[in-house]
């Protein structure tokens, strides 16, 4: 019986041990989850993602070739105008191809509808009697060129008639969305004082060094030989140069000049 009570001890003993064992091995795997659980979550690192690309430059505006313009706007052919002499914008091409066109074809409506009102005035009073009819009859080329500034462009022209050559020149710069020709001033002989590729330049520094010249000299009244031409006064000949319509417009020739500082006038 002793043998036997002591081997239902130890088993029980043992089925204690095994008990505990349990317990303690539930106890320890809480603790772990507990501490587990009073860790914070590790964060992972921001995804940085790249930038966008910067959007693509704007397309440069498209300009019409002048062989097109010249086409669609049925511009006279006596009209020369070569691409590289060209204004830059579209707008200012069509301008200028018009305003000539209006010259070659004798069109004072057109011609006056574009010009500064001064000028316009002038265009009136040659149309009123046979200058303007005179200066463009019997044209046979126009040759254009260009030049842009900061304010518009410039265009030059060499008309070929049967008139000795007249050289014009004319500021041209957008009005309240309207491009408007203003004459510019020039002695007849201009011709004879332009040299070099560039005619333009050539004529306003022609123009500036000879108003420097005369501002310079002692007050007294220069006479400047132009042509000139006064209300109700008809132009013999068309003129033979100067800034303006074919017959130089009053403020572009002729008259007297008193000394006296002038700004120079823009290339």
Known sequence: MTSQNQLTHRNHEASLIARHAVWIACAAAILVVGACSD???QQSAPIVQAPPPPP???PEPTVEDIASLMKSLSIDERVSLPEDLAPKT???RKAVLLFWNAFAKGDQTTAGGMMSERDAKVLKKLTEGSGWAKSTVGI???EVQCKNDSKGFATFAIITSDLPDRALLW???DEDGKIVFTSFPGPPDILDHLSGTDSIAAWKKYVNDMFEKYANLPDEEVE???S???EGEEASDGGSGG???PTPPSGTGGGSLKKQKRAPIPD
């Open 39 to 41: 860790e914070e979550p």
């Open 56 to 58: 693509p430059p704007p």
């Open 90 to 92: 579209t707008e200012e």
């Open 140 to 142: 046979k080329s126009i």
């Open 171 to 173: 500021d041209a710069a």
């Open 224 to 226: 400047i030989p132009q």
């Open 228 to 230: 000139k031409v006064e």
């Open 243 to 245: 800034g303006g319509t």
